[in-house]
C-alpha cells in the first residue's frame, strides 16, 4: 500500500448528505476483475450526461456541466468535502477505487458510513471526521474563494481551487487563512497509512496465535471446523 | 461477571488477540464468497503467494450477475460471462466448494447460507457484501467487508477490527394483520435514520421480532446496513434451533446436542447495557413505502409524499427536494396515487418461501394491472424456487401475469439484465431506494412483498390490508 504523506491539494465540494457507493461507482463498473481503471467512471451517472456502460470510451461522452468535478477548477482536485453519512450502502471497495483512481486522496464529511471508512484505510485514502459547524465553514470558504476567482461569472482558470494542507502525522489541517483544524484518527489505521503496512502481512505475524485460537475453539465448539 | 449483550458475547468466543487500544484479531468462522467482490481478492493471493488458510471455511455461489430467464445458453453480457467464470475457476484453483450457475442449491449468498445451515448461530460469518448482516437473524454476529478483506480472511480465517458499540432496538407488542418484517424495519429506519446505527451492532428484540419467522427476523436483519449498522442479531430461540436442525451444514448427532447446548447462551444477559436503546411500538406501525431515495425516506401507506417546505433543516430540506425531483413526485401527494410500471418480488431482503407465498396469496384470483409492464417473482435459491412450485405458487403467480424467473439477485441492483429503464417506476421488496440503483434514471419504492403484490394488481400503491 502507499504511504501517505503530508500533502497539499485541491478541495472539491460536494454538497449532498448520504451518498452511496452506488453513486460512486455504478454497478455496471463493478463486472470488472481487476483493482485499477475506475476513475473515469467515478460518479459516472452524475458526471455524465448519456447512460455509462463498461467498455466506452469515456474521453468521447457528454460531460454534465453542472457536476462540480467537470469544472475545470476541480480536475485536479484531491480532497473531497462532503455532507453526512458518506459512502452508504454496499461494501464494494470498488468505490474507493474509484475515488483513488480519480486522484482523491482525503475525503472530508462529519460522518461515514462504517464498511466504506473502514475500505479506505486498506486503499492509502484518508476519510476525516469533522464537526458539522467546521464542515459549514469549509463549504462557506470554499464558496467565498471561488467567487474570488471568477470573473464576469467565467472562470479564471489560471488560479488554483480553494487548497488544504493535511498532516497526518500531526492530525492536523491547515487552511489557506493558516487555521489549523484537527482531526482524530485511529491510532493503528493511522500508523499503517502512514508506513504504507500490508494488513495481512501483519497478521500473519500471529499465526501461532491464530493457530492456538483454533486448537482450543475446536475443543470447545468442534462443529464450527 | 459482568451481564454481556449477545454482540459482547459473540464477539469475546472470537478474538485472537486484542491490543491494548482494542484493536482486535477476530477470528472468522464462516466465509461467503460471490462473484464480484472476490476476483481481485484472489489475484492478490496469487500475486503474494499466498494460501487459503481454511479452504472448508469458504462456501461461494454466482448471484449478482446470473441471468434469470433461461439459462441454458450462459451468459449474453460478456463482462458478466467473464466475472462468473473468474469465479468459477478460482473455486477450482483453491479447492473452495461452489454453487454454480447450474447447480440446484445456487442462489443469493445470503439466502443459501442459512438455508444450507452454512450459518450457525454462534458463528461469526462474512461476505464481501453489505447485506452479509442478514445471518444475524440466526444469532451470529454476521456484516460485509470489501475485497481487501475478502483477501484478509481467505488468507488468515482473522479480521482486524474494533469493536463496535451495542444498540438495542426493542419492537414492543404486536403488529397487525398484514404488517411484515419488511414493515417493521422500514419503520425503523424511519426512526433511526440511515446513519442511526452507524458504529453499532444492532441487536434486535421485542415481542413482535419474537413472532416473527426466522425467514422475517433475515429480513430485518438484513437491513439493519440500511440503518447504518454493519451487523444485526436477534437472539436464538427453538424457531431458531428448528430452523437449523437437519440442514446440510448443520451438525448431526452428539455434536448437534452439544451446539444446541452451547446456543442456549446465545441472548443478552438480563442486565446487560446498551450504548443506545430505541423502543417501537409494533401496533403503531402499518405497512411502509418508501418516496425518496435513501431507505429513512419512508412513509405509511395511508400518508403524503412529505413536503420540503416543512422541513427545517436547510441541508436536509434540499436533499429532500433532490430526491423529489429524482423520483418525479409533488410533495403532499398521497401515497396510494402513485403509479407504477414494474414490480420486482426478489432480493436478499425478501426472496425467501414465506414471501413469495405472501405474493402469492395477495396475486390469487386477481391480475396484474394493465399500466404495470412487467411484474417478477425472483425466487432467492434454487431449492425456494423448486419448493415454491412443489406448492403451485408459480402457477397462482403465473396465472395472475407475473413473470416466474431463475434464482439470483436480479433486480434489486440490476447488474444483469433485469433492470428499470430510465423514468420507471418500481414497487420492490429490495433494500436500496438510491438514484439508479436498479436501472439508471429508474424509480424505487421499497415495501413488503405483499404490498409489492398488491401494486401490481392494483396498478398503484394500496393498503394490502384494504384490497378489494
Not at chain 2, 431482503?349 to 411484474?375: C, F, H, P, Y
Request: include cysteine; glycine fraction near 8%.
Amino acid at each position: 500500500m502507499k504511504k501517505f504523506e503530508t500533502f497539499r491539494g485541491i478541495v472539491a465540494p460536494l454538497d449532498r448528505s448520504n451518498v452511496d457507493t452506488d453513486a460512486i461507482i455504478p454497478k455496471q463498473f463493478l463486472k470488472s476483475i481487476k483493482r485499477s481503471g475506475f476513475g473515469p467512471n467515478l460518479f459516472d451517472a452524475w458526471r455524465y450526461l448519456d447512460n455509462g456502460e463498461p467498455g466506452m470510451d469515456n474521453s468521447q461522452r457528454p460531460v454534465n456541466p453542472d457536476f462540480v468535478l467537470n469544472q475545470s477548477r476541480y480536475k485536479n482536485a484531491s480532497v473531497l468535502l462532503a455532507r453526512k453519512n458518506f459512502g452508504c450502502g454496499s461494501s464494494r471497495e470498488h468505490a474507493p477505487w474509484a475515488l483513488q483512481d480519480f486522484g482523491i486522496r482525503v475525503i472530508i464529511a462529519p460522518s461515514f458510513a462504517d464498511i466504506f471508512y473502514n475500505n479506505c484505510f486498506k486503499n492509502g485514502l484518508l476519510p476525516v471526521v469533522l464537526e458539522d459547524a467546521v464542515i459549514d465553514t469549509l463549504f462557506n470558504e470554499v464558496a467565498a474563494f471561488n467567487e474570488i476567482t471568477t470573473f464576469n461569472k467565467k472562470e479564471v482558470t489560471a488560479l488554483p481551487g480553494y487548497q488544504l494542507e493535511i498532516d497526518l502525522k500531526t492530525q492536523s489541517i491547515k487552511t489557506p487563512s493558516g487555521a489549523v483544524i484537527s482531526f482524530d484518527v485511529d491510532a493503528f489505521r493511522k500508523d499503517c497509512l502512514l508506513h504504507g503496512l500490508d494488513d495481512i502481512g501483519l497478521t500473519l505475524q500471529h499465526v501461532e496465535e491464530i493457530k492456538a485460537y483454533e486448537h482450543r475453539r475446536q475443543q470447545e465448539a468442534p462443529w464450527l471446523f | 461477571m459482568t451481564a454481556k449483550t449477545l454482540y459482547d458475547k459473540l464477539w469475546d468466543a472470537h478474538v485472537v488477540r486484542a491490543d491494548e487500544d482494542g484493536t482486535t484479531l477476530l477470528y472468522i468462522d464462516r466465509h461467503l464468497v460471490h462473484e464480484v467482490t472476490s476476483p481481485q481478492a484472489f489475484e492478490g493471493i496469487r500475486m503474494a503467494d499466498r494460501k487459503l488458510w481454511r479452504t472448508n471455511a469458504n462456501l461461494a455461489t454466482v448471484d449478482h450477475n446470473v441471468p434469470t430467464t433461461d439459462r441454458s445458453k450462459g451468459i449474453t453480457d460478456p463482462f458478466s460471462r467473464l466475472q462468473v467464470e473468474t469465479l468459477d475457476q478460482n473455486c477450482k484453483d483453491f479447492g473452495i466448494t461452489e454453487f454454480a450457475m447450474n447447480d440446484p442449491r445456487q442462489g443469493i449468498v445470503h439466502v443459501i447460507g442459512p438455508e444450507q445451515g452454512a450459518t450457525l448461530p454462534g458463528m461469526t460469518l462474512v461476505c464481501g457484501d453489505s447485506h452479509t448482516s442478514t445471518h444475524g437473524a440466526l444469532g451470529a454476529l454476521a456484516f460485509g467487508i470489501g475485497t481487501s478483506e475478502v483477501e484478509h480472511v481467505l488468507s488468515t480465517q482473522c479480521l482486524i477490527q474494533k469493536k463496535s458499540k451495542n444498540m438495542l432496538v426493542r419492537v414492543d407488542g404486536q403488529v397487525g394483520n398484514g404488517v411484515t418484517a419488511k414493515d417493521i424495519v422500514l419503520a425503523i429506519i424511519a426512526e433511526i435514520g440511515t446513519a442511526g446505527g452507524t458504529g453499532c451492532a444492532i441487536e434486535f428484540a421485542g415481542d413482535a421480532i419474537r413472532d416473527l419467522s426466522v425467514e422475517g427476523r433475515m429480513t430485518v436483519c438484513n437491513m439493519a446496513i440500511e440503518a447504518g449498522a454493519r451487523a444485526g442479531i436477534i437472539a436464538v430461540d427453538d424457531k431458531t434451533i428448528d430452523y437449523v436442525k437437519g440442514r446440510p451444514f448443520a451438525p448431526t448427532s452428539e455434536l448437534w446436542n452439544k451446539a444446541v447446548s452451547a446456543w442456549a447462551d446465545l441472548h443478552s444477559d438480563k442486565n446487560a447495557s446498551f450504548d443506545h436503546v430505541v423502543q417501537l411500538n409494533a401496533k403503531e406501525i402499518k405497512p411502509q413505502v418508501t418516496w425518496g431515495t435513501s431507505p429513512e425516506m419512508v412513509v405509511s401507506i395511508d400518508a403524503n409524499v412529505p413536503d420540503p417546505a416543512n422541513e427545517s433543516d436547510p441541508v436536509k430540506s434540499e436533499g429532500m427536494q433532490a430526491a423529489l425531483r429524482y423520483m418525479d413526485l409533488q410533495a403532499n401527494k398521497p401515497i396510494n396515487e402513485i403509479y407504477i410500471d414494474k414490480v420486482f418480488i426478489g432480493s436478499c431482503t425478501n426472496s425467501r418461501i414465506e414471501d413469495i407465498r405472501a405474493a402469492a396469496q395477495v396475486a390469487k384470483g386477481r391480475k396484474v394491472a394493465s399500466n404495470v409492464k412487467l411484474a417478477m417473482v425472483v425466487p432467492g435459491s434454487g431449492l425456494i424456487k423448486k419448493q415454491a412450485e412443489d406448492e403451485g405458487l408459480d402457477k397462482i403467480l403465473i396465472k395472475a401475469g407475473f413473470e416466474w424467473r431463475e434464482p439470483g439477485c436480479s433486480m434489486c441492483l440490476a447488474m444483469n439484465a433485469d433492470r428499470l429503464e430510465s423514468g420507471e417506476r418500481c414497487a420492490s421488496t429490495s433494500n436500496r431506494n438510491f438514484e439508479g440503483r436498479q436501472g439508471q434514471g429508474g424509480r424505487t419504492h421499497l415495501v413488503s412483498p405483499a404490498m409489492a403484490a398488491a401494486a401490481a394488481v392494483a396498478g398503484h400503491f394500496v393498503d394490502v390490508r384494504e384490497l378489494d
